[in-house]
């Protein structure tokens, strides 16, 4: 557009730029300031034209507050979708991502700073350990959830291969129908959810293993679980996303680990004091019993006991049993 009369129809965008750049709750621009900045786009106008924009933004919902102060006022747009402390936390998540390889964090880093004003941005250049962390070789698992979200929306199967690696690090993969459920983030990795016909189980899949996926021409199967499916209430009795037969436990405590029974069952907990011991509670929390629910208890130590149902305490007694006799 150069200087032609055509450029000052983009003042309203320029004008918006400036504020969103150059101001904030604490920082503001004048009439000078806004005049020499359009200038510099090569739009001329007069200062009714820029009292006349700053009403229409104000009233398309783009807020720019005039403040009066000796000589005239002065102006700016205050509110911010993020405030820089939301902002650092958005960008130490994209950070800490596992899943993310290092070029597609920094990409998303650099958007997510645009969202802040021009007077915040120092702050949000803080160092990353973005190529000391255990960072995803691939992008898959951004292209992997749109095909599952669109498959659960269409209410879909889906197939995919998954992929395992031998002791050689050789990929291996096998085919699997399946019908998804949720998705999951846990434990730095994305896990589908989803329900399998054949063994009327709920099954987990890691999103970046999962390779060459469509949706079917089939209606997802397993519908009354997914009516009243919780993923969260589901991830919590689940440890590191390996299902397994789901029972209601009872455990013995001593009174120093309430708080890491909350925070990996919260209210299902069902916690009491216990009636044997002042100085230990009885919790009754839901859970998939596996390997890794075991472990999670073996790592508490003595101070805890599980004490039903029997046949999960026989079953863990003897999973003991059996990593002592390895070291014999």
């Given amino acids: ?38 200038a510099d786009k090569d739009v001329f106008v007069d200062r009714r034209t820029i009292y006349t924009d ?140 989803a329900y399998d016909k054949n063994e009327d189980i709920l099954k987990h899949y890691r999103v970046d293993k999962m390779k060459n996926i469509i949706a079917t021409h089939e209606a997802r199967e397993g519908k009354e679980i997914f009516k009243n499916f919780d993923v969260v209430d589901h991830t919590n009795k689940t440890f590191g996303m390996f299902g397994g037969k789901e029972v209601t436990v009872k455990i013995e405590a ?3 680990l309430i708080g890491v029974f909350k925070d990996r069952f919260g209210d299902s907990a069902n916690i009491r004091p216990s009636f044997n011991n002042p100085n230990a509670f009885v919790a009754r929390p839901t859970v998939y019993i596996s390997q890794q629910f075991y472990g999670w208890l073996f790592g508490l130590g003595n101070d805890v006991k599980l004490l039903e149902p029997e046949e999960v305490r026989e079953d863990y007694l003897n999973k003991l049993k059996e990593t002592v006799d390895r070291y014999k």
């Fill in 1 to 38: 557009m150069g200087k032609s009369s055509d450029s000052k129809k983009l003042t309203l965008v320029y004008l918006q730029h400036l504020f969103l750049e150059r101001t904030d709750k604490t920082h503001f621009v004048r009439m000078p300031d806004i005049l020499g900045y359009l």
């Fill in 54 to 193: 700053i009403k229409l933004l104000n009233y398309a919902g783009f807020e720019i507050v005039g403040v009066q102060e000796k000589g005239g006022y002065k102006y700016h747009h205050p509110a911010r979708l993020f405030t820089d402390n939301e902002l650092k936390f958005l960008i130490d998540s994209v950070a800490a991502s596992k899943f993310l390889t290092e070029t597609k964090s920094k990409d998303l880093i650099s958007k997510i700073k645009t969202l802040g004003s021009g007077f915040g941005s120092d702050s949000l250049n803080r160092p990353l350990l973005l190529g000391k962390r255990v960072k995803s070789m691939r992008d898959i698992v951004f292209k992997n959830l749109d095909v599952l979200y669109r498959a659960m929306t269409n209410n879909s199967q889906i197939e995919f291969d998954y992929i395992k690696e031998n002791f050689k690090q050789e990929q291996q993969s096998h085919k699997i129908s399946i019908s998804p459920c949720a998705v999951s983030l846990n434990e730095e990795n994305y896990y589908l959810i």
């Fill in 254 to 256: 001593d009174n120093n």
